[in-house]
């Protein structure tokens, strides 16, 4: 009887050893991510129940939102940084800790300031976490049709992710309660450190600073500014404390420009602002999701405190717009080939404009069918086809040394329109008119009258990429 090849059996065995390693670092990577793109949307359809339960006002009801994105987007370029010199594999695993255990104390969260301070928490978590996810997936996945397959999985989780954490914010908000979508987070995260620690590499140390000064005075900045927007939809725009936020907010930014030109390794080199047509895209991603920030935070409580419904139909009714969503993000490619990517930004854009717009004709009578599913349609097909042009208008030209910051930069433009946006559009909620919230007819029309200025804002965002963006010759994106 012949000895079977030992040579060809450990080869196989090997093989099979890092294929087996391979996806288990995929499943690791993608998972944290769609983490934290649950835990955006998760929220959403459970602020009604949040708004009920704990006291907030209708104008502080945003902070649940901001003091996330404001905390995730300031610190997202500290975050970078700091996995470059401390190790990506050990600052994955401290945003993972932090994250989690930030997301049990908001679970446990007893009134508004408590769930805030950990919402901002949660948001710095996030922001170390992040940057580490991209980095150690093009450690661990060579060039090529690997990093491709991972890479489109990665992208593929902020689609599922959307729609899942709209339907499970739902589901346990009506079923159990609104605090376990935050629970939830509990064993997910303990499982993902324990498999960091086992199968994440770590990556090459780096020398460098951390930009503390730039970090703190641009979070900073951003946070009193959004404060000072969001206080004069209560207290007016004559409020003492809403001036000194505000002029506040513009001092503090102010001194962020002046110390990045003098910084020896500045957080957000300034000189990426030079280039005309991506100093657009990053202003029109701002407007961008300043105004569609108003569609996913206004049309939960239209959906429940307008048409009654209970929050798993609220979050099942938006799947209209993250399943055209997900498949029009999957079409760019071919279709930037075939028009341009600029033209398709601007199509894009155009067909966002027209959701919004019908959106808001809403009223207290509207049915979903016509009312809102069609819409929502032209809203996800709209937002699929801006967001990855208007990513490639950001990083194109850019120099290798400064292509991780230019990526960042994005993040941050991504998450601080999303807060400024929805800030400037709490005002336009409570400044809707004479009449209060007490029946169904006002809350209507302090929503669509949100909107409308949404849809302005969307309008802003199209003229930026015509005047700065659109282009003859513009790159298009490849297979």
């Known amino acids: 009887m012949d000895k079977p090849d030992t040579n060809t059996m450990e080869s196989g065995q090997l093989r099979w050893s890092a294929t087996s390693n391979q996806n288990a670092v995929l499943a690791i990577i993608v998972t944290s991510y769609l983490m934290l793109v649950v835990d955006i949307s998760i929220v959403l359809t459970g602020l009604p129940k949040i708004q009920t339960e704990l006291g907030f006002s209708h104008a502080a009801l945003s902070w649940v939102q901001n003091a996330y994105t404001l905390a995730f987007g300031g610190l997202l370029l500290l975050g970078a940084r700091a996995g470059d010199i401390f190790g990506r594999r050990r600052m994955f695993i401290s945003g993972l800790a932090l994250f989690t255990a930030s997301s049990i104390a908001i679970g446990f969260s007893p009134s508004p300031t408590w769930l805030l301070i950990g919402r901002a928490i949660q948001g710095v978590g996030a922001a170390i976490l992040a940057p580490s996810t991209l980095a150690l997936l093009s450690v661990h996945f060579s060039e090529g049709q690997e990093r491709t397959r991972a890479m489109a999985l990665y992208a593929s ?65 951003m946070g009193a500014l959004v404060l000072g927007i969001v206080r004069s939809a209560e207290s007016g725009w004559g409020d003492e404390l809403t001036n000194v936020s505000l002029v506040g907010g513009l001092v503090f930014l102010a001194f962020f420009a002046w110390h990045e030109t003098r910084a020896p390794q500045p957080i957000l080199p300034l000189h990426l602002f030079a280039n005309r047509a991506r100093s657009g895209a990053y202003v029109a991603r701002m407007l961008f999701l300043g105004g569609m920030v108003g569609f996913w935070f206004f049309t939960t409580q239209y959906l429940q405190s307008v048409l009654m419904y209970k929050p798993l139909q609220a979050g099942l009714a938006f799947l209209p717009t993250t399943i055209p969503n997900f498949i029009a993000a999957i079409l760019v490619p071919r279709l930037s080939n075939k028009v341009g990517s600029s033209r398709l930004l601007a199509i894009g854009l155009v067909i966002c404009i027209v959701g919004m717009v019908w959106m808001g004709q809403l009223s207290a009578l509207s049915t979903y069918r016509s009312g809102i599913a069609i819409p929502m349609i032209l809203l996800g097909v709209g937002q699929g086809f801006v967001l990855a042009p208007l990513t490639v208008a950001a990083v194109q030209g850019v120099a290798s040394d400064d292509a991780g910051a230019a990526s960042g930069l994005v993040n941050v433009a991504h998450q601080l329109g999303g807060s400024l946006g929805l800030s400037i559009l709490v005002v336009v909620f409570a400044a809707g008119g004479t009449s209060e919230l007490g029946d169904l007819t006002s809350w209507a029309h302090h929503i669509t009258n949100t909107f409308d200025a949404s849809a302005v804002m969307l309008t802003l965002s199209l003229a930026v990429v015509l005047a700065f963006v659109a282009r003859p010759g513009s790159q298009t994106l490849s297979r």
């Open 157 to 221: 989780a902020a689609g599922v992710g959307a729609s899942l954490g709209l339907v499970l914010g739902g589901l346990v908000a009506q079923l159990i309660s609104w605090r376990v979508g935050f629970f939830i987070n509990l064993p997910i995260g303990i499982a993902l450190m324990w498999g960091a620690k086992r199968y994440l590499a770590e990556t090459p140390l780096k020398s460098g600073r951390l930009d503390l000064a730039g970090a703190l005075s641009s979070t900073l900045g």
